[in-house]
């Protein structure tokens, strides 16, 4: 049973930033306003998050790594909502499967923290001998995740990732992604032992400040405001699009939908062509997009790593945002 959890959880945990992006999902879901990340060898050796949410009760902290433990699913449709990012409940639990999780974490009514440890989704003590319930200790509102040599356990998966400075760029990329999408939540993101973040974000950033620091100076006064309500197919577009004067050799292609870090090649490609008419050859764009959509809409025949999306209407769908896109640029060009 051991074997087939790992290898399940590998599916889901394929690298340290899917560990990243659902540890930092939890606590954006908890409610926090600050997040702070540190990372040794791209994540394999430790993954730490701290956040200042709510926090786990006590009583919850012997199940919240068990699958299918999640407290986000209250009514019904809340439950038509949340499956369509698929499974949940299932990304402690995963973590737990392929690495050592430790949780510190304190409630706004509990009088101290309490410190745990996890392993194949149980708690464990944290030495031989000792008990493995939770211990009080000190700590502030909220929690401490911190995840150790991720894939100790898998030595094929643990091999293929010897690139660490690579994985450290994809927790990055995850970071930034979410910090320009949570503007007025300030992140940062730093390796073990450094003094320096690479990611720092401030709790009084607008996005347009978040998109300038992260990606450039000079981005900001080239960018273009995308707001948009597309009424017949129920859909919210939001956003920042590069114009014509902007261009860097590799294309930053940021998409959220519902709130959630996804891809998609399909808009990806279309948003490209658009382009392509714009700005000179051998040249990117920008492109920061939000959606908002009915969940009904969105396929939930996703990938694995829950990334990849399709939607129901892809093609109206895409050729609406393609339009909104083009309005925008056409306009600011003439
Ligand atoms: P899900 O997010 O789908 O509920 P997870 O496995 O990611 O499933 O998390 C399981 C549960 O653990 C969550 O529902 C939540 O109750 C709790 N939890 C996880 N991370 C945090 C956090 N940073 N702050 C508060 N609660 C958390
Ligand atoms: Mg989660």
Redesign the pocket.
């Known amino acids: 049973e051991a074997v087939i959890n790992r290898i399940a959880a590998g599916e889901i945990i394929r690298r340290p930033s899917n560990a990243l992006k659902?540890?930092l999902?939890?606590?954006l879901?908890?409610g926090?306003t600050n997040i702070q990340i540190l990372v040794k060898d791209g994540g394999l050796k430790l993954l730490q998050i701290q956040?200042n949410?709510?926090?786990?009760r006590k009583e919850?902290m012997a199940i919240?790594c068990e699958r299918f433990?999640?407290?986000?699913i209250e009514t019904f449709e809340d439950l038509s909502r949340i499956s369509t990012y698929g499974f949940?409940?299932?990304?402690?639990?995963s973590i737990t499967h392929v690495a050592h999780v430790t949780i510190t974490?304190k409630t706004a009514d509990s009088s101290c923290a309490y410190r745990a440890h996890y392993a194949d989704s149980k708690l464990v003590p944290p030495k031989p001998g000792v008990s493995a319930e939770p211990k009080p200790c000190a700590g502030n509102i909220?929690?401490l995740?911190t995840v150790e040599d991720l894939f100790y356990n898998a030595p094929t998966r643990r091999e293929a990732l010897k690139n660490t400075s690579e994985e450290y760029k994809r927790i990055l990329d995850v970071v930034n992604r979410y910090a320009i999408y949570n503007a007025g939540i300030s992140f940062t993101c730093k390796k073990q032992g450094s003094n320096i973040a690479d990611v720092s974000t401030l709790a009084n950033a607008s996005t347009l400040d978040n998109i300038r620091q992260i990606y450039g100076s000079s981005t900001a006064s080239e960018l273009l405001e995308l707001k948009k309500d597309v009424e017949s197919l129920d859909l919210k577009v939001k956003g920042y699009v590069s114009n014509a004067n902007y261009n860097v050799k590799k294309m930053a292609f940021l998409l959220f939908i519902n709130h959630r870090a996804v891809e998609s090649l399909a808009l990806k490609k279309t948003i490209e062509s658009i382009y392509a008419n714009f700005l000179p050859k051998g040249t990117h764009p920008f492109i920061y997009i939000s959606l908002e959509m009915k969940p009904q809409n969105i396929d939930v025949n996703v990938h694995t790593t829950k990334r990849e999306v399709h939607f129901l209407y892809e093609d109206e769908i895409i050729a609406a945002i393609g339009d909104v896109i083009h309005e925008r640029l056409a306009g600011a060009d003439t």
């Open positions: 659902e540890l999902e939890n606590s879901d908890a926090a956040d949410g709510h926090g786990i919850d919240v433990t999640t407290s986000k949940r409940g299932e990304a402690l639990a974490t909220g929690s995740i």
